[in-house]
């Protein structure tokens, strides 16, 4: 089942790692802003999100400023990769400035139709998808960015306008699904 733009965000209810930005229990809801949300599915041990660190702080923290709800998903199997544990989200999380939620069952990477770490969900103040796929084309090295989808359509969203680019292929590793 493929999200398609202009769909509604599909229904969460995840346990948060990082307690100090957000409450223990996320949902859709109360993880939107006034202005939209940015879902972004990441995990502890993959090269492509461990490059991206700072770049998904800074992300976050744009997103705050436009009045953007912020979160992280990790629907990895730990017993494939036991780094991607919840016991390890929440060392992760000491230093994350956004809430970093468990999909223990990985329904809600399923319902989201994420294939990689990192994948990007943009959803409007109607909380409906208005982007999905990469932050950049250079997930791995930061010098190399050429382009800035999640941006350009951060700007498009705020400024009402369809982006130029609404749905890119993302970068990164597979998301670890369960056996």
């Given at each position: 089942m493929s999200l398609n733009i202009g769909d509604a965000a599909p229904a969460f209810e995840l346990q948060n790692s990082n307690e100090k930005h957000g409450s223990p229990v996320m949902n859709v809801e109360t993880s939107s802003r006034e202005n939209g949300l940015i879902v972004v599915f990441e995990c502890n041990h993959c090269p492509y999100v461990i490059a991206s660190i700072s770049r998904l702080e800074a992300m976050a923290a744009k997103a705050n400023d436009l009045n953007i709800g912020f979160i992280g998903i990790n629907s990895n199997d730990p017993t494939v990769y036991p780094n991607d544990s919840f016991e390890h989200m929440q060392t992760r999380a000491q230093g994350m400035s956004y809430p970093y939620l468990h999909d223990v069952s990985q329904d809600v990477a399923h319902a989201y139709d994420a294939k990689r770490t990192p994948e990007f969900f943009l959803f409007n103040s109607e909380l409906n998808?208005?982007?999905?796929?990469?932050?950049?084309?250079?997930?791995?090295?930061?010098?190399?960015?050429?382009?800035?989808?999640?941006?350009?359509?951060?700007?498009?969203?705020?400024?009402?306008?369809?982006?130029?680019?609404?749905?890119?292929e993302s970068i990164g590793c597979s998301v670890k699904w369960k056996m």
């Amino acid at each position: 089942m493929s999200l398609n733009i202009g769909d509604a965000a599909p229904a969460f209810e995840l346990q948060n790692s990082n307690e100090k930005h957000g409450s223990p229990v996320m949902n859709v809801e109360t993880s939107s802003r006034e202005n939209g949300l940015i879902v972004v599915f990441e995990c502890n041990h993959c090269p492509y999100v461990i490059a991206s660190i700072s770049r998904l702080e800074a992300m976050a923290a744009k997103a705050n400023d436009l009045n953007i709800g912020f979160i992280g998903i990790n629907s990895n199997d730990p017993t494939v990769y036991p780094n991607d544990s919840f016991e390890h989200m929440q060392t992760r999380a000491q230093g994350m400035s956004y809430p970093y939620l468990h999909d223990v069952s990985q329904d809600v990477a399923h319902a989201y139709d994420a294939k990689r770490t990192p994948e990007f969900f943009l959803f409007n103040s109607e909380l409906n998808l208005f982007y999905k796929g990469r932050m950049d084309d250079s997930p791995r090295d930061p010098s190399s960015v050429q382009t800035h989808e999640l941006d350009d359509a951060i700007q498009s969203m705020l400024a009402g306008t369809t982006p130029k680019i609404s749905i890119t292929e993302s970068i990164g590793c597979s998301v670890k699904w369960k056996m």
